[in-house]
């Protein structure tokens, strides 16, 4: 079954202690991306990746790094998390790029809370 | 970025044919317009696109007029079940090699019996 798979679904940390955010994806996509989504601001894009190693910025990325070393692989690491980065966070996924007319693949989301 | 802007809310009842606009004035030539539909603690799941003109799927139309300034989502017959949050996403190519996605803010469509 094609899917995009993020883990944990939920996690309660404090604020400094690192933490890694899973993101899976099965069906050979070339790109992925990371969104946060917070209460009155819908989705917002914290870094995308069109291919291995290559990453960008999206909208939000202050707090956050990514890596892509191997094509399913996009982890989202929050080197010293905060209060303000508690939100429910979503990784995609999609062939090449969606302005190629490819739609994102959304993972179930995980549930980040900050203390 | 082309950014764009819905209704925040809209009010339907069953059995009847809703349509959501979404506007896009920054509009790229390379950008499509994309719909997502979301229910409460789950991803978004995709719906529709297109470039131009009209698009119909077995869910939904798309009608994007000829200056592609704005879209409208046609849900044909809504249920209940239809209740949910709608993106409309126009993608942003960034120096023909990045990508930068936005959402639109949603529209919150209620459902009712």
């Known amino acids: 079954e094609a899917q995009v798979t993020q883990n944990p679904r939920y996690l309660i940390t404090v604020t400094g202690k690192k933490l890694t955010v899973t993101c899976s994806q099965n069906?050979?996509?070339?790109?992925m991306s990371w969104y946060r989504q917070d209460p009155g601001l819908g989705l917002r894009q914290i870094y995308y990746?069109?291919?291995?190693?290559?990453?960008d910025k999206g909208d939000v990325p202050e707090g956050y790094k990514v890596s892509r070393k191997e094509k399913r692989n996009f982890p989202l690491i929050l080197e010293s998390p905060s209060p303000n980065q508690t939100s429910l966070y979503f990784c995609?996924?999609?062939?090449?790029?969606?302005?190629?007319?490819?739609?994102?693949?959304f993972g179930d989301g995980t549930r980040l809370s900050i203390l | 970025l082309a950014k764009t802007t819905q209704p925040i809310s809209m009010d339907s009842y069953e059995g009847q044919e809703v349509n959501i606009t979404c506007s896009h004035n920054n509009i790229a030539t390379n950008d499509y317009i994309t719909w997502y539909q979301q229910f409460p603690s789950q991803g978004p799941r995709f719906i529709i696109q297109g470039y131009k003109t009209k698009v119909t799927n077995e869910v939904a139309s798309l009608f994007i007029p000829a200056d592609r300034k704005s879209s409208t989502l046609s849900l044909p017959r809504v249920s209940l079940s239809d209740t949910a949050v709608y993106y409309c996403l126009v993608g942003d190519l960034r120096d023909n090699y990045g990508q930068n996605f936005v959402f639109g803010p949603g529209t919150r469509l209620s459902v009712l019996p």
């Open positions: 995609a996924s999609s062939q090449r790029g969606e302005g190629y007319g490819q739609p994102q693949h």
């Open positions: 990746s069109m291919n291995v190693e290559v990453t």
């Open positions: 069906m050979n996509h070339e790109y």
